[in-house]
């Protein structure tokens, strides 16, 4: 990642910078009102109409206005050409495969080249809590689609390899581009008792509500047969993320799942891609009980 795009990342998440973009809510107006402005100047000139161009010239600069978040989208490269929901997605996406999935891939020893796309799963889990311990401060802006990006990210990655699934984690610092908290597994397939999701209810102390909580998330879950686990939050509505974010649990246990049995049993052909069921076990009552 530049300098150029830490300093616009770090203007981005500025306190003063987290108003509700929505430029595509008034560039519809400002549309009609640039073309209704240009018509009525031009009829008017034409001698069409009566002496309306000062009318005319107002409804164009009260488009321009309107539109103006659109237009320094085309033509500059500053904070206002990432304020739509879209751009900063991308901007995301391509920043995070850049370092951390080239730093899952390192760990875990495998060539990116010899894995396939629909082998690597990418879970991206935002972090905006209360953290006094470690005085994070924990930023999100609001985008023109309604949904938040965030500063910091829980981020897992999977990687279905030949043998085994290899998991790679870490706290990713978005503004500055680093990342800390890294953890690392491996699960041989022929050592997976299971694999699910599970519905608990977790306390969250989000940094922008003065009481905190209780909510029910979805966690994913791998289990080892000696005990060891692979479990972390997969779902957290209350964040309120853009689609290309979002984690479809049952989704995604249903494609490990599939992936492990054709590993296992490459010869079986005795089930469908229907037949693969998924669980989700509620733990709430569990919880409560402890």
């Known amino acids: 990642m530049s300098a150029t795009r830490k300093e616009i990342l770090s203007e981005f998440f500025a306190d003063e910078n987290t108003e ?36 005319g010239l107002s409804f164009f600069l009260l488009g321009l206005v ?7 989208d ?3 490269f500053g904070v206002s050409n990432i304020s739509d929901a879209d751009t900063i997605n991308k901007m995301f996406i391509a920043d995070t495969d850049e370092r951390i999935l080239k730093r899952a891939f390192e760990i875990s020893g495998i060539q990116e080249n010899r894995i396939s796309e629909e082998t690597v799963f990418k879970i991206y889990v935002p972090i905006f809590k209360t953290d006094s311990e470690t005085e994070i ?10 949904t938040y990006v965030y500063s910091h990210w829980q981020i897992h990655i999977l990687i279905a390899a030949n043998n085994y ?30 694999i699910k999701s599970e519905l608990r209810e977790i306390k969250l102390e989000l940094s922008d509500e003065d009481n905190p909580e209780k909510r029910y998330l979805k966690q994913f879950v791998i289990t080892n047969v000696s005990g060891d686990k692979i479990e972390f939050i997969s779902e957290n509505p209350a964040l309120k993320l853009n689609e290309n974010f979002r984690t ?24 469908s891609e229907k037949d693969i069921d998924f669980e989700i076990e509620d733990t709430r009552n569990k919880d409560n009980d402890e």
């Open 20 to 55: 509700v973009y929505k430029p595509s809510l008034y560039a519809k107006y400002g549309y009609v009102f640039l073309l209704s402005g240009i018509l009525i100047a031009f009829l008017s000139l034409a001698d069409y109409i009566g002496n309306f161009f000062l009318l």
């Open 66 to 72: 309107l539109v103006r978040k659109k237009l320094n």
């Open 74 to 76: 085309l033509f500059s």
């Open 137 to 146: 401060n924990f930023l999100r802006t609001q985008l023109d689609d309604e």
């Open 165 to 194: 699934i290899s998991y790679y984690s870490c706290l990713y610092d978005w503004t500055e581009n680093e990342q800390d908290n890294e953890l690392s597994n491996e699960f041989y397939y022929s050592d997976i008792a299971s």
């Open 248 to 271: 479809d649990t049952e989704e995604l246990v249903k494609n490990i799942r599939r992936i492990i049995r054709k590993k296992r049993f490459p010869d079986d052909e005795s089930y």
